[in-house]
């Protein structure tokens, strides 16, 4: 009989994989808790339901003093949010880790490389083809050394009269110049190309979404560069998730549920102005402010 919970023959029970884990970031600001848990909540009840069962790596870098850790991961459960990591320093980490975090080492977001038109110094140097040459009077001899009726000639020349060096390079020849360096190419956007229903997420990774269709209300859009929506904006977009506060978002229809770029996000409780509310739009960070602006002006 077979055992069907024995492990697969000449197999291992399990066995290691890499993984690419998206998670929140909380910033700590302050060392006092109750000031904590007091901007947690509302931080929470403005965003809804948009956080919830993330996640969370919590950041205390910014703080000397060490805090109750113990009672700030029971109020992050509390609101959904999964603590699954620190990064902290000194007495702080000893302490965070004493509470069952485990010490991480977060990236820092990674800049998307601007294309620059090359300058002509950095423009690869194309030697012109050699012009054809014909057998007859008034050819040059350097040009036809290789023929055997040449080298006869040069064999009669002055004894004593000097000879060419074979190594030395032709007059008016350059160095080749050195091959302009290639930039890193950023990874190409990911392109979605149906409509988003409720409850359905996609993040893009180190680069762009393109989503061409409706995002349905209760679905997520996520992007470390930019998110581009062909179709209605009816749910909840974030561009920038990694820290890149350049990163924007556009749509030809703007009626959403949650906008957050880099972190700095607006809940859309209320119907936006009628110069945006179901118009193309763009969102763009300025001075870390949420700025909305229309696209048909």
Same mark, same amino acid.
């Given at each position: 009989?077979?055992?069907?919970?024995?492990?697969?023959?000449?197999?291992?029970?399990?066995?290691?994989?890499?993984?690419?884990?998206?998670?929140?970031?909380?910033?700590?600001?302050?060392?006092?808790?109750?000031?904590?848990?007091?901007?947690?909540?509302?931080?929470?009840?403005?965003?809804?339901?948009?956080?919830?069962?993330?996640?969370?790596?919590?950041?205390?870098?910014?703080?000397?003093?060490?805090?109750?850790?113990?009672?700030?991961?029971?109020?992050?459960?509390?609101?959904?949010?999964?603590?699954?990591?620190?990064? !902290? /320093?000194? #007495?702080?980490? &000893?302490? @965070?880790? +004493? %509470?069952?975090?485990?010490?991480?080492? =977060?990236?820092?977001?990674?800049?998307?490389?601007?294309?620059?038109?090359?300058?002509?110094?950095?423009?690869?140097?194309?030697?012109?083809?050699?012009?054809?040459t014909e057998?007859?009077?008034?050819?040059?001899?350097?040009a036809a050394?290789?023929?055997?009726?040449?080298?006869?000639?040069?064999?009669?020349?002055?004894?004593?009269?000097?000879?060419?060096?074979?190594?030395?390079?032709?007059?008016?020849?350059?160095?080749?110049? !050195? /091959?302009? #360096?290639?930039? &890193?190419? @950023?990874? +190409? %956007?990911?392109?979605?190309?149906?409509? =988003?229903?409720?409850?359905?997420?996609?993040?893009?990774?180190?680069?762009?979404?393109?989503?061409?269709?409706?995002?349905?209300?209760?679905?997520?859009?996520?992007?470390?560069?930019?998110?581009?929506?062909?179709?209605?904006?009816?749910?909840?977009?974030?561009?920038?998730?990694?820290?890149?506060?350049?990163?924007?978002?556009?749509?030809?229809?703007?009626?959403?549920?949650?906008?957050?770029?880099?972190?700095?996000y607006r809940?859309? /409780?209320?119907?936006?102005?009628?110069?945006?509310?179901?118009?193309?739009?763009?969102?763009?960070?300025?001075?870390?402010?949420?700025?909305?602006?229309?696209?048909?002006?």
């Amino acid at each position: 009989m077979n055992d069907s919970s024995s492990p697969r023959k000449n197999g291992a029970a399990l066995d290691f994989k890499s993984a690419t884990l998206y998670a929140l970031r909380v910033v700590l600001q302050s060392g006092d808790n109750a000031a904590l848990i007091s901007a947690l909540d509302t931080r929470m009840n403005d965003a809804g339901s948009f956080f919830e069962n993330e996640p969370v790596v919590i950041d205390a870098t910014q703080l000397d003093t060490v805090i109750d850790w113990s009672a700030l991961l029971q109020a992050l459960r509390g609101h959904s949010l999964h603590p699954v990591g620190v990064v !902290a /320093e000194g #007495a702080n980490l &000893e302490a @965070a880790k +004493a %509470a069952g975090l485990a010490p991480v080492d =977060l990236a820092n977001p990674v800049p998307r490389p601007k294309p620059e038109p090359a300058s002509e110094a950095e423009m690869p140097v194309v030697a012109p083809p050699p012009a054809p040459t014909e057998p007859g009077a008034g050819q040059d001899v350097a040009a036809a050394a290789g023929s055997p009726s040449a080298k006869g000639r040069k064999a009669a020349g002055k004894r004593g009269e000097p000879r060419p060096s074979s190594a030395a390079p032709a007059q008016g020849s350059q160095p080749p110049a !050195a /091959e302009p #360096a290639v930039p &890193e190419i @950023a990874p +190409a %956007a990911m392109v979605i190309n149906r409509p =988003l229903r409720s409850g359905q997420r996609i993040y893009a990774r180190n680069t762009d979404l393109i989503v061409i269709g409706v995002v349905s209300q209760g679905a997520e859009v996520i992007a470390d560069g930019n998110i581009h929506i062909y179709g209605p904006l009816r749910g909840k977009a974030m561009a920038g998730a990694r820290g890149d506060t350049s990163a924007r978002i556009f749509t030809t229809q703007l009626d959403p549920e949650l906008l957050a770029i880099a972190g700095v996000y607006r809940v859309i /409780e209320m119907r936006l102005d009628s110069s945006l509310q179901n118009r193309p739009a763009i969102v763009q960070l300025d001075e870390e402010r949420l700025q909305i602006h229309p696209l048909d002006k």
